[in-house]
């Protein structure tokens, strides 16, 4: 069976590693410099609708096509704490404040949203009068005509916001980005575990209630969240639990991170020591190695045939056949042919002087001899005679 892949899965990095990434990542991105016609800035009150409380500015950047679902959320998130800080109950100041955030593609689709809104409220509105108006057809039907446009309400706003966010997020936003949790969610060996925890919790309850389709309780209950960090954490970790009898299921998210950043700082201290599953390479000076004297080291462990400084000196001395100089190799090749050939030649040259030689005495011997033996026939014949 075949597995779709997922076109909203990639990666991240985190200190140089690959970390797999969602709609939702879990490594944001670090904070930039907005420049000044890219975003919008708007003086809050630090207590809710007091004119004469402390003030601080909040910017916003603008939200268009090339940003973030990340950061349409944040937006949204930052629109609501100007809303309350600036105590806006009407939906045409509200209406405002959106309108100068949001560009291109998300300001369209805000738009949208709100007036759909509107005109879906205007349409129960005139629906309810024709319902509660008594009399003939007309009467009804001029009772539904008769109803003017109501101003706008915060829920407009509220909707139009939602159709933004909608607009930036892919299909099956809310399904993609609980089972990222879930499945991908794993904490860098880098990264601490509490802050790994406070980065879940965030996408959890700031960023999941925030997706389409807007229903409650979108967030993680405390077990689900158990979960992911029981699936998360090392083996070892799990041991430790086990041999203290921890029993995660009956504590909060909260004390089952607390105990596991114990064992976290325990290993700062106390390192653990992880085999790889490789075989351990010999050393070459062991045991096998004693009694093996070089020439040039001493008793080193291994012997003068089994140096390699020596065989590189002899390597060099006869010269590198590998060398990529074709001149060079041509000439030495040349040399080394004119070599052998004289050597043959004076080796055939040895060789026949010795053979002439030989024959030269060989035939000596042979007159000798025959000389010697005429001189004994003579002496028998004299001795014959007398």
């Known amino acids: 069976m075949k597995v779709a892949k997922d076109v909203f899965k990639n990666y991240e990095t985190y200190n140089g590693r690959k970390v797999n990434s969602g709609i939702l990542p879990l490594i944001e991105e670090a904070p930039k410099k907005i420049p000044k016609n890219m975003c919008a800035t708007c003086k809050l009150y630090s207590i809710q609708g007091n004119n004469t409380s402390t003030q ?8 268009n096509e090339s940003s973030t679902l990340r950061q349409a959320i944040q937006c949204a998130q930052d629109l609501e704490t100007i809303f309350a800080s600036l105590n806006l109950t009407t939906g045409a100041s509200r209406d405002a404040i959106c309108k100068s955030v949001l560009r291109e593609g998300p300001a369209i689709a805000y738009e949208v949203g709100y007036n759909d809104s509107h005109a879906a409220r205007w349409q129960e509105m005139r629906n309810a009068a024709y319902r509660n108006t008594a009399g003939n057809q007309a009467t009804k039907q001029a009772a539904h005509d008769g109803v003017a446009e109501p101003n706008r309400h915060i829920d407009d706003v509220t909707l139009g916001i939602r159709n ?58 405390n077990d689900e969240v158990i979960d992911i960090i029981l699936h998360s954490i090392p083996n070892s970790w799990e041991a430790e639990m086990a041999r203290q009898g921890f029993d995660s299921m009956i504590h909060s998210p909260i004390e089952v991170i607390e105990f596991c950043e114990r064992i976290e700082n325990l290993e700062d201290f106390e390192p653990v020591q992880k085999n790889s599953g490789k075989l351990v390479k010999k050393n070459k000076t062991t045991k096998e190695g004693k009694g093996k004297c070089c020439a040039l080291h001493g008793n080193v462990g291994h012997s003068t045939e089994e140096c390699r400084t020596i065989q590189a000196m002899k390597k060099k001395e006869a010269g590198n056949p590998s060398s990529k100089n074709k001149t060079w190799t041509r000439k030495a090749s040349d040399a080394e042919k004119k070599a052998r050939k004289d050597l043959a030649t004076f080796v055939r040259k040895q060789v026949k002087a010795e053979m002439e030689a030989n024959v030269t005495e060989e035939s000596s011997k042979r007159k000798l001899e025959d000389s010697d033996e005429d001189e004994d026939l003579d002496l028998n014949l004299m001795d014959f005679r007398g």
């Not at 601080?56 to 939200?63: E, S």
């Open 164 to 221: 933004m966010i909608k607009h930036m997020a892919p299909v099956k936003a809310l399904e993609k980005a609980k089972c990222y949790l879930r499945r991908d969610y794993r904490e860098p060996s880098e990264m601490k575990i509490r802050e790994w925890h406070m980065r879940m919790m965030k996408i959890n309850l700031s960023e999941l209630p925030r997706l389409p389709p807007f229903g409650n309780n979108q967030s993680l209950s």
């Open 56 to 63: 601080c500015d909040l910017t916003v950047a603008h939200i």
